[in-house]
Every structure is written in C-alpha cells, then in structure tokens.
C-alpha cells in the first residue's frame, strides 16, 4: 500500500475531502490501545496501568527528535547521526520516480549509492523536525468574537494564525505553524527545523518493495521490502544531527509493547451519526466514482508502451490505494455494528447533555453537524476538476501574485508568509512533467468539466476557446513555457502585471477558471467553519460530560500511537503476526506466472545464502492510519524494530473508528530490512552506519541519550 497514499492527493480535490480534512475533531474515550496522542500529553496512566510503562521525558523527547516528516505525505526518523533517513519506498517513490528517466528507472532496477558523493538530490523534497510545541489557544481564540458572521470568523482566525506563524518564524528562523485540536478548542504552535538538501541514498526494486501487488495491498500475510534510505545534507555534506534512532538487535517477540512516532494524515472520529450516515452513502461514493474515472484513463495511458507505463506508473499505484482505500472505509462502514456503537455513544452523550440544564442548549450542535453534512454532499461535484500537473503550477501562480498583494494576514493560509519557503520549493520544482501525460489527464479534466457543467455553460465555452477538449489540452501543453521552472519564477516575481500580459496558455485557463475556483473555496470555507462551529460545541459537551483526557483528531501532526504485537482471527483461521522471508518465496511459487509476484533476479540470485527464518513484515495493533506510512517502530527502550508501511483490510475504518479485534498496523521487521542490505544490496557502507554508529566519513557515533 500505501498509507501514505491514502492521505496524499490522488490528482484532484473532491469538495468532500477538503471540507472532511478541514475540520479537526475531538474523539471518544479511548479504550485498548486506542489513540493517536500529542507528545506533550502522552497517555502515562493509561500505559502504566495497561503495559506497565512510563516514558520518560527524555524518552519521549528523544523519539520526537529522532522522527520526521514528509512533505509529500508521510513519515520518517533518522537512523543515524549523519543525518540517514528510514521510509517507506512507496513515501519515496514520489522522489524515485523524478529521478528517474528512461534509460534508467530507478523504481524498476532500484539504486544504491556506493559512496556519499553519488547520493542524488531529490529536486522538490522537504523534511520536517519537529523541535518545539507551544500552546497559543488564548491568542487565537481571542481573535473571534460571538458576533461575527462566519465569514468574519475565518478571516479574523486566518489573519491572527498567520500574525503568529509570521512572527514566530521571524523569531526562530523555524517554520512554524499553528495546529488546530479538539474542534477549535486548543491551538498549538509547532516549530520545525527545515531540510531541503535531501538525496537519495538506497531504495530496492519496486517488485520486491510492493510485492503482491494491487492484489495483496491491505492484506495479510504481506511480503513487502517497503523500505528506502535518503541523507539530509546542509553546507554541502551529510548533516550532523543530535538525535537517531539505535536499530535494536533483537527484534520483538509476540506481545510485546511498541510505538509508532508519525504523522497520521486525518481522523472524524467525532462524526456524527448523519454525518457518518453522509459519508458512507453519498461522499465516499462520489469519491470513489472520481478514483474509477481516473484509474481507467491511467491504465488506458499506460498502453501506449513501456515509457508511458513507467512515465504513468506512479500516479496509477495512488489512485488504485487510494480507490481500495475508500472501498474499504464504506465496506466498514456498511457494517451494522460500526454505527451501532455510534449510535449508542452519541445518543448516551445527548441523554447526559439534555439532563443537565446548562449543557442543554449545546444539543443544537448535533443537528447544525447534520445540516452541515447534507451541505456537504450538495457541494459534491461543484468544484474545478484537476489533475494536470502544469495548471495546478499555473493556477498557484496566478492566486500567488493576486493574494502577495494583500497583507499576510488576510491571504488564503497557503499563501501566508509563513509557509511560503516550502510553496515556492515546490513550485521552482524542476522535477520532470511528461507532455503526453499532462495531456491526457488535462483533456480528461475538460471533459468532466464539461460534463458537470454543461457544454453550453459560459465558463466551459471560454475554456475551450472552440476546440475539443482533447485538442485544447494539446494546445496548452504545447504552447506552455511552465515546463520550465525558471519562466515561473519570471512570472511570480513580475507580480500581477506579467501574469495579466502571459499569453501562456496555461496561464489564460487559469486565470479563467480562478473566479469560480474562488467561489467554491469561499463557499467550502463557510461550511468549515459553520461545522468548526458545531463540533465546538459538541467537543464542550464531550469535555463537560467526560473530561478532557481524550486524544485529538489526527492533522498530519506528529503523534504517539503504541499497541502490542500480535496475530488476529479471520473467516475462522488464526492470522500469526510475523511473515517470513522464506515465506515470501514460497508466496511466490503458489502466483506463479501473475503479475506482481515475481521476486526481483537480486533476490532469486541470493536466495540461498538468504535466511528463510527472518522476520519479514509483522503486525500490530497500534493506530495508525494514512500519513502513517514510513513511522519508526520502537521498542520499550526506543530502538527501532519495525518500519509501518500498511494497514491490513479491516482497519480502513480507522478514520472513522478504532476496533482492536481485527485492525492492524503492518510494518517491515527491521531485521528484514538489515539483513537485506547485507545479503541482497551489499550495501556494507550502510550497515556499518546503521547498525555500527559509523559516522559517514569515518569515526564513532554514540547513540544520543
């Protein structure tokens, strides 16, 4: 899979999944080893009475600092001192595939780079470490008042989060950012160091990191080598860091206690029973309809031969997660018993509220929540259908200079000065972007245009200037200079005049379609908030009738996730928890001659000098869900032992609900991923670093306490 994936974009923004991951919630009491926890409120009393731990200040601190953030969507920690990076392929294969070309296809042969110097840079990639947490709720909040409108409420909360971030990030040269928990009830301001000199350092053939394919994604047993290896750099060598996770020896055995240190991408677990309701019957589905649309254009385009299989392959393996992913979240979420537990908590929390005189104006929230997700599902549909790589970049480029004329505080949050280092490393990307590829999915996006709209609708006449979508797409491909990042760069920095006199044709479609765009976001904004509003109010009642010991929603904010290791029951069989590497060739064998099954000639040429008894990938029952991908597995004394890569079938409900039955987390036992590079990769340079502390260019690196 790829949890990762699931949380990443898979071409367009559906209406639906802006206003879902737009709203923070809070959740239910946690019960088993439920929880995606803050680090600064881990769950100590839990843990201690449950598991017999308690971590440490320095414990916790240590792991945060040892663990990092994707700007693509997904997690990592150092494993070394000289800046080594552990993720999952699938979170680097955004990178892989950039670096990529056709004479040599990194994701096919894989790479290994002998020597620091033959390291590759990846040409847009942004890591992040957390280094500070500060609570700023009272300043927020004091920005709204009960008075405002809505629309008067998003501007006055934008604007005093972007004075935060603005002057923050002026203080301490760090980015910093303002995450909203709990419904809008707690602000927190979270400061990163920035890594933007990231090279690729090892990453195995596709074939062995997404072995099994579509077929087995979100399945168990899995066989999967979903590992990678990058280096941060800065002033021209490898980064020197304070904090790296120790690659523990002995691994874990069943039961044991772990921990997951990522960045869980977006839970609503606060949903109400309409919403939830909505969700699953009417979003999701829509959703799903998108992802169909999109993986049979993919899979169209990936016939016209091996280049354009290899130039399309990525974009293809997301939309098919993320299309297993959302089967999977309404299949749960049509399972009687999943609402039936909401139905009993929601309507116990409603009895307490409506007992308690002043508590009970706050039931009112719940019908403003249902109202809200009906809103939602109208709006389905109602937004400019992307897709194309280059308008995407012509469209930032055109909102960028209209919103760089208004002060920080009052632009859209993506524009804020605050974040605009890592907008523009993105942006100035000089990543490849295929011209048959954009066209093919630029025409697409025309015609779904047109078909949402109309052929006789004013906007989509202006768009197509006359011409079928197909040819109005391979018109602006071919008469586009956006190919180029250096033209972008022209453009955003000649502001509003040399964006209003391109006669790029990129540029004009984008410029067309702004005002609508803007009157979507506007009318998705004002839901955001109304819905920001009434789980306000209904957070507040949890808190009044429950307390507040409770976990916050997940919001690509760095969390603490832990569980046991362990085996679970399915159609009457016992699933183990572990696989094997000698499994995976004997899983080979029984899909003989299928697709995705092949292990690569590395493997095939080693098998016997392989040990067939090492743990491959294993189980837990900590909760995770998309973002997750590539989080360090740690053990009690926080050295890693696993690298989550997946979730198994049942557990994409998670971002509704949280089951221990059956849900778990999947990762790579990191004695698979050593042995690998031992035996496999020969990759003795990095054994040595990891497993010996060995400094890149020589000499020791004690583990830091």
Same mark, same amino acid.
């Given at each position: ?148 409108? #809505? ?189 039936? !537990? ?110 949402? !709209? ?14 079928? #979508? ?236």
């Amino acid at each position: 899979m790829n949890l990762s994936q699931l949380f990443r974009s898979v071409g367009r923004l559906v209406p639906v999944a802006i206003v879902l991951a737009s709203i923070p919630l809070a959740v239910s009491r946690p019960f088993a080893d439920e929880g995606m926890w803050l680090f600064n409120d881990l769950p100590r009393m839990q843990l201690e009475k449950r598991h017999g731990f308690s971590p440490t200040d320095a414990w916790a601190d240590h792991l945060r600092l040892s663990s990092v953030r994707f700007n693509s969507g997904g997690s990592a920690s150092f494993v070394s001192r000289d800046g080594l990076v552990l993720t999952n392929h699938h979170v680097g294969v955004d990178t892989i595939a950039k670096l990529s070309t056709a004479d040599r296809d990194l994701l096919a042969d894989g790479f290994l780079a002998k020597r620091p110097e033959d390291e590759i840079k990846a040409p847009d990639l942004e890591l992040n470490q957390l280094i500070a947490i500060r609570d700023v709720t009272a300043e927020v909040k004091a920005a709204v008042t009960g008075a405002m409108s #809505p629309d008067e409420a998003v501007a006055a909360r934008r604007a005093k989060i972007a004075e935060i971030e603005s002057r923050e990030k002026k203080a301490s040269g760090l980015r910093s950012d303002v995450i909203t928990l709990y419904g809008g009830n707690v602000y927190h301001l979270y400061q990163f160091r920035r890594f933007t000199d990231v090279r690729l350092v090892w990453a195995p053939e596709r074939a062995i990191a997404f072995f099994g394919g579509d077929a087995d994604n979100f399945e168990f047993p899995r066989f999967d080598l979903d590992a990678c290896l990058f280096r941060v750099w800065e002033e021209g060598r490898p980064a020197r860091v304070e904090h790296f996770l120790e690659w523990s020896k002995r691994g874990v055995a069943e039961g044991d206690l772990v921990f997951v240190s990522g960045n869980p991408g977006r839970t609503q677990r606060l949903l109400t029973v309409d919403a939830l309701k909505e969700a699953r019957d009417r979003q999701l589905p829509f959703e799903m309809e998108a992802i169909r649309r999109q993986e049979i254009l993919l899979q169209q385009f990936s016939l016209g031969g091996d280049e354009a299989a290899r130039r399309a392959k990525d974009r293809l393996f997301g939309v098919q997660n993320g299309r297993k992913a959302r089967s999977g979240a309404i299949e749960g979420l049509q399972i009687p018993g999943l609402l039936e !537990r909401k139905v009993i908590e929601e309507s116990g929390l409603k009895a307490a509220v409506g007992a308690d005189d002043s508590l009970r104006p706050l039931l009112s929230a719940w019908d403003a929540a249902a109202a809200n997700a009906r809103a939602r599902s109208r709006l389905l549909g109602a937004g400019i259908p992307g897709g194309s790589r280059l308008l995407r970049i012509a469209q930032t480029i055109a909102q960028l200079v209209e919103e760089d004329a208004k002060p920080s505080g009052e632009r859209l949050p993506e524009y804020a000065d605050a974040g605009r280092e890592s907008l523009l490393l993105s942006l100035y990307s000089p990543a490849p972007i295929y011209a048959d590829l954009e066209t093919a999915v630029m025409a697409d996006a025309i015609a779904e245009l047109l078909e949402r !709209r109309g052929g006789d609708d004013p906007l989509c006449a202006r768009v197509l200037d006359g011409l079928s #979508p197909r040819d109005r797409a391979a018109a602006a491909v071919a008469g586009t200079k956006l190919f180029d990042a250096a033209e972008r760069r022209r453009l955003v920095e000649g502001g509003r005049e040399a964006v209003a006199a391109s006669k790029d044709p990129m540029i004009r479609i984008a410029r067309l379609v702004d005002p609508e765009a803007r009157r979507h976001r506007a009318n998705v904004d004002e839901l955001v908030e109304r819905d920001r509003q009434a789980y306000d109010r209904i957070a507040k009642a949890r808190f009044a009738v429950r307390g507040t010991a409770d976990y916050p929603d997940a919001t690509f904010s760095l969390r603490l996730a832990f569980g046991q290791v362990r085996g679970y029951r399915e159609q009457g069989r016992d699933v183990p928890a572990w696989t094997t590497i000698g499994g995976g060739f004997d899983h080979a064998a029984a899909h003989a001659g299928r697709e995705d099954f092949e292990m690569p000639a590395s493997w095939v040429k080693k098998r016997a000098v392989l040990d067939a008894a090492t743990p491959f990938n294993f189980v837990c029952t900590a909760d995770i869900i998309g973002g997750n991908s590539g989080s360090p597995v740690v053990d009690r004394e926080g050295r890693l032992v696993g690298l989550i890569f997946d979730g198994n079938i049942q557990s994409l409900s998670a971002g509704f609900v949280y089951s221990e039955e059956q849900s778990r987390a999947v990762a790579v036992d990191a004695r698979a991923i050593l042995h690998a590079l031992e035996v496999v990769y020969a990759a003795d340079r990095l054994v040595a670093e990891i497993v010996g502390g060995e400094a890149v260019g020589g000499g020791s690196a004690p583990r830091s306490q």
